[in-house]
């Protein structure tokens, strides 16, 4: 089963900040917080990853929780070509480090 | 470069026929791995391969084989083919099994079994 939770959906404008929460409660020490998102009808593609500081990359940026029960993905300026489905994903050691998915979160970009 | 590539695209099969799907990636990865993507959910790991020769089981393996032969070729085959096995399937890649990397994932091939 899938070890995170997140919003089924969220709308936001084109051009602002795009906050997408991620909660891990039962995350252990070694586990590390992935984000990967699917645009319609295409592969999932690779955002970021993350085990204990916040990282940036050119596309997002990742802000870990202290206490690393929850994470979120940060698109600093959305657009149009965003609009996906975001999943947060633990890739964890006791799962032999696959990807469990779950339903991840539709994010909506309104003109 | 072009990453990881599926063939076909697109395939509508009997109940009953057998098909392999193929995926190749030409970045020198270790890792290749099998999913499916039924609407609305997640990606579920049907197989994967930890190198050249070796396969190993994922989370729902039952109706489906898979072999690697060569480094950058992972088959995917359905040898008897059913209703319920009409989803999107998708190949992935990835140097190490360790969390310092990401998954490249190939474009995908839309099975329908009629």
């Known amino acids: 089963d899938a070890k995170t939770t997140q919003p089924n959906s969220m709308e936001s404008n084109e051009e602002e900040p795009v906050h997408l929460p991620c909660n891990h409660s039962?995350?252990?020490?070694?586990?590390?917080i992935h984000w990967y998102r699917q645009l319609p009808s295409q592969g999932p593609e690779y955002v970021i990853h993350?085990?204990?500081?916040?990282v940036n990359n050119r596309m997002a940026s990742l802000a870990i929780a202290e206490d690393r029960k929850s994470s979120t993905l940060i698109l600093h300026r959305a657009t149009l070509r965003d609009a996906a489905v975001y999943y947060c994903?633990?890739?964890?050691?006791?799962?032999?480090?696959?990807?469990?998915w779950g339903a991840g979160t539709k994010l909506i970009i309104k003109p | 470069n072009a990453g990881v590539t599926q063939t076909p695209k697109f395939r509508v099969l009997k109940t009953g026929q057998s098909m392999t799907l193929l995926c190749a990636q030409d970045?020198?990865?270790?890792?290749m791995y099998w999913y499916r993507q039924d609407p609305g959910m997640g990606l579920r790991l049907i197989h994967y391969?930890?190198?050249?020769?070796?396969?190993a089981k994922g989370e729902v393996p039952d109706g489906y084989n898979v072999s690697r032969l060569k480094k950058q070729n992972f088959l995917l085959g359905l040898e008897s083919a059913a209703p319920s096995q009409t989803s999107v399937y998708f190949c992935?890649?990835?140097?190490?099994?360790?969390?310092?990397?990401?998954?490249?994932f190939g474009s995908g091939t839309r099975l329908t079994v009629v």
């Open positions: 039962t995350i252990s020490g070694t586990d590390y």
């Open positions: 970045m020198n990865h270790e890792y």
């Open positions: 992935a890649s990835s140097p190490f099994l360790q969390n310092n990397y990401g998954y490249t």
């Open positions: 391969s930890v190198g050249e020769g070796t396969t």
């Open positions: 993350g085990l204990t500081s916040n």
């Open positions: 994903i633990l890739r964890a050691m006791d799962s032999n480090y696959q990807l469990i």
